[in-house]
């Protein structure tokens, strides 16, 4: 019954590598979204879906690559790995702003996926 | 444009006492304020949010914040530190209504509690 799940929950890999992670909610949310934590523990967005529609691009390298099925999954491509995409990658997911009931601007988190460049 | 300073990254409290995790933000518009805790090696979790309305907003787990527009500020309180609060805190300000959901987070303020 998890509401935002992600796979994989780590991942090793060696720099020039093309790796994915896999990101899908069950909550019927419209809007999903990734972020990346540094090793300091700062949060930023990288990227939001609404709908399958790219809504928000936080000037992230053209080497990631968000890819969105269906409104339920948020994938994220990245290519060409280098040693400063060593991250947690969370992915998140919340309601359409506005709609009657819905929690203003309440995001879910995933449980991240620690991505290690080698 | 909007912004999050949490001041002090490392909190340490004795068990049983308050705690205090201070949050300023800056917004050109009214904000919305959100409280995340982040236990170690799990995603984030909603602890309160303030929107609109009461300033004082209770959460979960016995955590409330107060709204201080004059102060910029949303300190999260617990009157009494609990072992299992040692966790990673973010502070967030989001768009008001009607914006998608874009937050921005503070750098996080470790809790630590100490017996």
């Known amino acids: 019954d998890t509401a935002v799940s992600q796979t994989p929950k780590y991942l090793v890999t060696q720099m020039g590598n093309d790796k994915s992670i896999k990101c899908e909610q069950n909550l019927g949310h419209d809007t999903m979204y990734w972020y990346k934590q540094d090793s300091k523990k700062f949060l930023k967005i990288m990227f939001s879906?609404?709908?399958?529609?790219?809504?928000i691009n936080e000037t992230v390298p053209n080497r990631f690559s968000p890819k969105s099925p269906d409104k339920a999954h948020l994938n994220l491509h990245i290519n060409s790995l280098e040693l400063g995409d060593s991250a947690v990658y969370f992915c998140?997911?919340?309601?359409?702003?506005?709609?009657?009931?819905?929690?203003?601007?309440?995001?879910?988190f995933g449980p991240g996926t620690r991505l290690t460049v080698l | 444009a909007q912004s999050v300073t949490q001041l002090g990254s490392h909190v340490s409290v004795s068990e049983g006492a308050l705690v205090l995790l201070r949050c300023n933000y800056s917004?050109?518009?009214?904000?919305?304020l959100f409280w995340y805790v982040q236990y170690p090696n799990q995603g984030l979790q909603l602890l309160l949010k303030?929107?609109?309305?009461?300033?004082l907003v209770k959460g979960i787990n016995g955590f409330e914040a107060e709204f201080k527009k004059s102060e910029t500020s949303f300190h999260l309180t617990k009157p009494s530190a609990h072992m299992s609060d040692a966790a990673e805190y973010f502070c967030a300000v989001g768009p008001p209504s009607g914006g998608y959901n874009k937050l921005i987070f503070g750098a996080g303020t470790r809790l630590a509690v100490h017996p």
């Open positions: 303030y929107t609109t309305g009461a300033t």
């Open positions: 917004s050109s518009v009214p904000p919305y």
């Open positions: 879906y609404n709908n399958k529609e790219l809504i």
């Open positions: 998140a997911s919340s309601p359409l702003p506005g709609l009657a009931g819905s929690s203003y601007n309440e995001q879910f």
